[in-house]
């Protein structure tokens, strides 16, 4: 690879080049040495503690819950007899991770959903 070129001397004289200047010091890391969860082990009060873990872990299960349905939808899509590269049962199941009957299910699932949705 070249080395980049300096911009000519004003002066007229050859380009100059610069070192650049040493680094005396290590930059600091400004992270905080503890990971926090959602502020949870910050709560001292046991009620409030189980309150709003109890909040979160119901956020979670509906969100995960939801990304279940778009993984479905995705694997009838894929798997959707009309494409032209539709994916066999197997593929869809290599892609998610799937066990092959668990991919057809899925699949099947998937095409319930986007049925329910009609035509977009």
């Known amino acids: ?18 070192r650049p200047a040493p680094l005396l010091f290590e930059p600091s890391d400004n992270k905080e040495e503890s990971e926090q969860f959602f502020d949870l082990d910050t709560i001292t009060d046991p009620r409030e503690l189980l309150e709003r873990s109890t909040e979160l872990a119901l956020a979670f299960r509906a969100a995960a ?8 939808m995705a694997a009838a899509q894929l798997a959707d007899p009309k494409r032209f590269d539709r994916l066999s049962d197997a593929a869809v199941a290599e892609r998610g991770d799937w066990s092959e009957d668990y991919a057809r299910k899925m699949i099947e699932f998937g095409r319930e959903l986007l049925a329910d949705r009609g035509p977009q």
């Open 1 to 18: 690879m070249p080395e980049p070129h300096s911009a000519p001397d004003p002066r007229g004289s050859a380009p100059r080049f610069r």
């Open 65 to 72: 819950d939801r990304a279940v349905e778009f993984q479905a």
